[in-house]
């Protein structure tokens, strides 16, 4: 009999990091700070909001394109944030969580030969879903040296005729920075100039920091009409295992995503969309949300004042990035197994999120925990020192 042979569509790929850092965790009985999920519970209201809409009968197929109700909550949510009117009936998707809904509009959009602009750190899943669509990411570099500022310049000498998307992330994952009124503007022209469309993941619009507004491309009517936005009620209800999603395009574009989304999974957790559309009715939960997580991101970063660490700043998200050159030569991937290993703390290495690692003694630290969680950490990092760290 012959040997099965087939050729890998994703060669590159293996294991993502966040369930090596995760396994390691569990083996050594670590603080896990490494993957982005929070260790506590949902508010009750919305769990019980999950229940009765079991007890409804909301247990078969949904729409393919979502629950009315639900997207009829999420373009009101953006107009009253955003200013921006979406046809919930031609404009807006639900989907199984934001990385679906990412897959599904790559797939859609991006044909073979096509170039997608990314920007470096970029978050894992964006490559691999442009290679398996056909395309040819192109990588530009975000700014460490300046906070992680995007180069808009780089990024328009990157568009050739060959680029069909510009694909963002603001706020930043893994890096926390926000877009500024300067960067709406340099998206405009580059727009305006180019063409490109953009695909803009917002999965933490509502983990901003400091009283600054989220800067969303949907406050620009301009890129509004030139953009896939993605988000995610994982990030803004502490609900990441419901995998609930949505993408908001014009409808030609929508009608696109569409066509991949009913292939891909056709429907989406259909108690769970009627629970979102009834918590939406209330905007409390997430308008305080960026109070909950400054709460937490200041408490680890005076914590982490007291060690070693250097917390760089930190503008939204769950994440905070620390510099450890203080501690060790090692490289990141060294240090952050050493971290898990010898200190029972997990992180994830800034390094992979690079199509070639980069190398600036940077680790990821997850905040999105209980108070205890973030202290318990906090208590281990009291034991660094540079000689255990390199020896």
């Known amino acids: 009999m012959r040997p099965i042979q087939s050729a890998s569509k994703l060669p590159r790929v293996g294991t993502t990091i966040f369930t090596v850092m995760s396994q390691l965790a569990a083996k050594h009985s670590a603080v896990n700070l490494g993957q982005g999920f929070p260790d506590f519970d949902c508010d009750p209201r919305l769990q019980q909001r999950l229940t009765d809409a079991m007890r409804a009968s909301h247990n078969q197929y949904a729409?393919?394109?979502?629950?009315?109700?639900?997207?009829?909550?999420?373009?009101?949510?953006?107009?009253?944030?955003?200013?921006?009117?979406?046809?919930?009936?031609?404009?807006?998707?639900?989907?199984?969580?934001?990385?679906?809904?990412?897959?599904?509009?790559?797939?859609?959009?991006?044909?073979?030969?096509?170039?997608?602009?990314?920007?470096?750190?970029?978050?894992?899943?964006?490559?691999?879903?442009?290679?398996?669509?056909?395309?040819?990411?192109?990588?530009?570099?975000?700014?460490?040296?300046?906070?992680?500022?995007?180069?808009?310049?780089?990024?328009?000498?990157?568009?050739?005729?060959?680029?069909?998307?510009?694909?963002?992330?603001?706020?930043?994952?893994?890096?926390?920075?926000?877009?500024?009124?300067?960067?709406?503007?340099?998206?405009?022209?580059?727009?305006?100039?180019?063409?490109?469309?953009?695909?803009?993941?917002?999965?933490?619009?509502?983990?901003?920091?400091?009283?600054?507004?989220h800067r969303s491309v949907m406050r620009s009517p301009m890129l509004a009409a030139h953009s896939v936005v993605i988000s995610s009620f994982g990030k803004t209800f502490h609900t990441t295992g419901w995998k609930v999603g949505y993408a908001c395009a014009p409808a030609p574009i929508s009608a696109e995503v569409r066509k991949v989304h009913q292939f891909m999974v056709f429907a989406v957790n259909t108690p769970a969309q009627h629970a979102f559309a009834e918590h939406l009715a209330d905007p409390r939960p997430y308008l305080d949300l960026p109070d909950f997580y400054q709460a937490k991101r200041d408490l680890f970063v005076q914590g982490l004042a007291d060690t070693p660490f250097r917390a760089l700043p930190c503008e939204g998200t769950y994440f905070v990035l620390a510099d450890y050159s203080q501690i060790s030569n090692l490289t990141e991937a060294e240090f952050a197994k050493k971290l898990v290993t010898d200190y029972g703390v997990a992180s994830i290495p800034v390094s992979v999120f690079y199509d070639t690692p980069v190398e600036h003694h940077v680790v990821r630290f997850c905040f999105a925990k209980e108070d205890r969680t973030l202290q318990q950490a906090l208590a281990r990092f009291s034991a660094l020192s540079v000689t255990a760290m390199d020896s």
């Open 63 to 213: 729409p393919m394109t979502g629950v009315p109700a639900l997207r009829e909550a999420i373009a009101n949510k953006n107009k009253a944030l955003y200013g921006c009117q979406h046809d919930p009936d031609a404009e807006i998707t639900i989907t199984a969580g934001a990385t679906q809904a990412l897959m599904a509009t790559i797939l859609a959009l991006v044909h073979t030969g096509d170039e997608v602009i990314v920007l470096e750190p970029v978050y894992d899943s964006y490559v691999p879903a442009i290679v398996l669509a056909g395309g040819r990411p192109v990588f530009v570099p975000l700014d460490h040296a300046h906070g992680y500022a995007p180069d808009w310049d780089a990024v328009r000498a990157a568009v050739t005729n060959k680029t069909r998307l510009l694909l963002i992330n603001f706020p930043h994952n893994p890096t926390g920075r926000v877009l500024r009124d300067a960067d709406i503007l340099a998206l405009e022209r580059l727009v305006d100039q180019t063409g490109v469309l953009l695909v803009s993941d917002e999965v933490y619009e509502h983990v901003v920091f400091d009283r600054v507004p």
